[in-house]
């Protein structure tokens, strides 16, 4: 016998001896005439036997309501008609020696019936209340379960939920347990042990059966059987409701992936915007570089000749105005062959022709491409052991010599230009760091615009270039920058293929 049965018949012993000993003290109270007669004469017991026969009424025999109605409340009609049997032999003694009248052994006979119908609808009541409770809790137990659905957002969860909220809505709770299956899963209420009494309803879900409800009994009494209706209604409810939560996940997913789509699509259109503005650019380069560049070419070339001339026929011996002036004239021409060299090459990039490449020789060239003042130094950082790369190496040390130069062109005075190269997982960098004067924050987005400048010289096109050339040779540029200390250019490269790793 298991622990639970063991409580259950110590429950029924404690309601059998109360039960006695109600019946005990009914009877002594019954007798107390009898038992007061005995003690103290005959007067005495007159006094108390008027109550035997009050008008035709036995008034004593009422105390034997009290053990009836217990009885019908604690073991229901069966335990009232043989409580009212019970005291109807306890009235017959009464009856046969007190009484004497023949016509009175029909009262006990009769008051035992009044007593039976009276315990049998006492009985009838209470379980019609007990009645009325177990659907109050199986209503509650489905609202429970309903408010417990809308409260959990995963089926675990809610199925955790639901195997505790169920037992209560068992009269039996210390005797019931419950058990869910869904899809190989299993939820059990606290404290479950399987017994041999159970009850167990499919759980259909989308018209597919996907596991079961099983409620489990460790009682003797057959109360599970008049649960069959609930069980179906807990079936049918749990699985609605997992049913519910799991299309409310799946549409949470299909919308955090529409909003994914979303997003994605809005990024692609803004870099295809993007690219349509830079292509418009471009054309708008394109367009301006081919019907100026060799326009302009020409007149600079008459222009130089016309100014060596000048300098060949003074010999020297012009007045020093003249002579700055010549110079002027000179460097100005230079200037404009420059930008119009800058309009041809951005709009005539050619294929990059690759090989190997070593970085730091490529580095030092490029810095004797440009023209850098005595004031600002140039800080050598190179990694011993030079980083062999894949790039053309006209087109890479073009974009190095335009970072260099703006970076020198950024410092007004004394400054520093530190460069430093490196292996990172599956390419080389270089950095060049300066300490010039920065990019402000509204100009960050732009730098790599073509036509975009800040300097009151340039048409806005050499970092616009350098970034096409460094992104044509697999590259990729980026950079850092605080205003009034400088900005830090990283140009990333792939290396060589089978070249060792270098940390």
């Known amino acids: 016998m298991s622990n639970k049965d063991k409580g259950k018949e110590t429950v029924a ?18 007798y107390l005439p009898t038992i007061a007669g005995l003690i103290g004469g005959a007067s005495i017991q007159d006094t108390f036997g008027r109550l035997h026969d009050f ?35 306890v009235l017959f003694p009464y009856a046969l020696f007190m009484d004497g009248s023949p016509s009175t052994m029909l009262r006990p006979t009769a008051f035992a019936i009044i007593l039976s119908a009276v315990g049998s609808v006492v009985a009838m009541l209470q379980k019609g209340d007990e009645q009325r409770r177990r659907s109050m809790n199986e ?13 959990s957002d995963s089926v675990d969860k809610f199925l955790s939920s639901v195997v505790g909220l169920i037992p209560q809505a068992i009269n039996h709770q210390g005797m019931t347990r419950v058990r869910v299956v869904v899809r190989d899963k299993v939820f059990e209420s606290p404290g479950f042990e399987e017994p041999s009494r159970k009850l167990t309803e499919d759980l259909v879900m989308g018209g597919e059966v996907l596991g ?58 803004e870099d295809a915007q993007e690219k349509l503005i830079r292509s418009e650019r471009l054309a708008a380069v394109g367009e301006l570089a081919s019907g100026v560049g060799h326009e302009l070419r020409n007149p600079l070339n008459v222009m130089r000749n016309c100014v060596y001339l000048l300098n060949m026929t003074f010999d020297g011996k012009a ?51 440009i023209s850098v003042p005595e004031e600002v130094a140039i800080i050598d950082d190179l990694v ?30 004394k400054g520093e230009l530190r460069l430093s190269t490196g292996v990172n997982s599956d390419c080389a960098w270089v950095k060049f760091e300066d300490t010039g004067c920065g990019i402000p924050d509204e100009n960050r987005e732009k730098i790599f615009e073509p036509l975009f400048t800040t300097k009151p ?35 990333r490269l792939p290396l060589k293929k089978k070249e060792a790793r270098v940390a």
């Open 457 to 491: 010289k340039g048409i806005g096109l050499g970092l616009a270039l350098t970034k096409r050339l460094i992104e044509q040779n697999s590259g990729a540029i980026e950079f850092t920058s605080q205003v009034g200390k400088g900005s830090t250019f990283t140009v």
């Open 319 to 369: 007045d020093e105005e003249t002579l700055s002036t010549l110079k002027l004239l000179d460097q100005q021409v230079d200037i404009s062959n420059r930008i119009v060299t800058d309009l041809l090459n951005f709009t005539r990039v050619r294929p990059p022709s690759l090989a190997q490449v070593d970085l730091n020789s490529l580095v030092k060239e490029s810095l004797t491409w």
């Open 212 to 269: 079961a409800v099983e409620m489990y009994s460790s009682g003797s009494s057959p109360y599970l059987k008049k649960q069959n209706h609930l069980t179906k209604a807990l079936a049918e409810r749990i699985g609605g409701a997992v049913r519910e939560i799991e299309l409310e996940q799946s549409l949470k997913g299909y919308y955090e992936q529409l909003e994914e789509m979303v997003e994605k699509r809005t990024r692609d259109l």
């Open 139 to 151: 209503l509650k137990c489905l609202y429970d379960i309903g408010r417990a659905a809308e409260e």
């Open 55 to 89: 008008y035709g009424l036995d008034f004593y025999a009422l105390v034997f309501f009290g053990p009836v109605v217990y009885a019908a409340y604690t073991f229901g009609v069966v335990g009232a008609v043989l409580t009212a049997l019970v005291s109807m032999v």
């Open 13 to 30: 012993n404690r309601h059998l001896w109360r039960l006695v000993a109600i019946m005990v003290v009914s009877s002594v109270v019954y």
């Open 384 to 413: 011993g052991k030079s980083p062999q790369v894949t790039a053309d190496a006209e087109q890479v040390g073009r974009a190095f010599a335009n970072i260099m130069a703006n970076a020198v062109q950024s410092m007004t005075g």
